[in-house]
């Protein structure tokens, strides 16, 4: 009895770790944060037009330089908006792994894969559990713990970038009022700043070497790293190199909106962390009564785990509990 009560427990664990990794693979190539596009152009515009009020308008040849900026500006940002909603939907596997950091191949990695599934196939076999009980771990492990593994280590890697993202962005100002060009200061945060900082920052500058342009550079950047920050320098960047101005005092003010940002989500993650620790409660609060039973009465919870109706229950309660769960996941993060 004790064997069938471990594998009913399995399976319906199972189920529900194969049902989350569905959902989180059709749901998560469309997550992607906004591009910031708003933000950054009333950054570059209120860095332009403070440049402007420090010019006196004594002729008709500055307001035609003005409406040609104007124009090349809006051109820029049409073309941004266009690049940025060719690249919405599903994030091909080699860009997955490039985000985690890892240099291994698309092939290696499904060898992995295939690896992790067997292993996860044979062990329940061998502890005498059924065969359907294998197949289902199998799948887990052959295509949700790989991709759970990539995306996780891609957060982690995310992280660690906007940690050092608005110290980066203050070099860069300060050698460019030093007098250093663009491509000089990244090339200090590049050899100065440690992974994933300085390796991102060496890709843009040794691809100049290749012909790439650093406006093309910071865009496979954002690729590899999708956050809105690496978007704002982007755009800033580009915006500043097609249409003119200063660009110090642009970037100056994209290091003030980053460090914002920073104690904005600081600030969130502290006023939400009373709604966190109830959601964690309320939904580990099942899971410990059902222990709970299962130590103090064994055979209490008999009907509905060795019963074909406990089972539907069963089935019914962790959909509903997988429902839930991903709602309060829902209400508590917010998007800055």
Known sequence: ?????????????????????????????????????????????????????????????????????????????????????????????????????????VARFWMISGAAGAVLYVLPLLFGFPWYIGVLSG????????????????????????????????VMVRGLKAGLPLSDAMRVIATESGPPLGPEFMEVVEGQRLGVTIDQGLERMFDRVPLP??????????????????????????SRVLRERKKLKGKIRAMSQEARSSAAIIGSLPFVMVGTLLFMSPGFLDPLLYSSTGHMVLAGAGVWMLAGILMMRSMINFDI
């Open 1 to 105: 009895m004790f064997g069938l009560d471990r594998t009913e427990l399995l399976f319906l664990v199972l189920v529900a770790i194969a049902v989350g990794g569905v959902i989180l693979a059709l749901i998560f190539p469309y997550l992607v944060p906004a591009e910031g596009e708003d933000r950054v152009r009333n950054l570059v515009t209120n860095a332009r037009s403070g440049e402007a009020r420090r010019r006196p308008r004594t002729s008709q040849l500055i307001d035609n330089q003005k409406d040609k900026r104007r124009a090349k500006l809006q051109d820029t940002l049409k073309q941004i908006d266009d690049r940025a909603r060719q690249k919405k939907g599903a994030v091909p596997l080699r860009l997955q792994i490039s985000r985690a950091g890892y240099s291994i191949s």
């Open 139 to 170: 799948i887990v492990g052959a295509f949700g713990l790989p991709r759970w593994f990539l995306l996780s280590a891609a957060k982690r890697r995310q992280k660690i970038f906007l940690e050092d993202l608005a110290d980066a962005v203050d």
């Open 229 to 254: 920050e690496v978007s704002f320098l982007g755009i800033v960047i580009s915006i500043q190199s097609k249409s003119g101005g200063n660009l110090s005092e642009a970037l100056a003010n994209l």
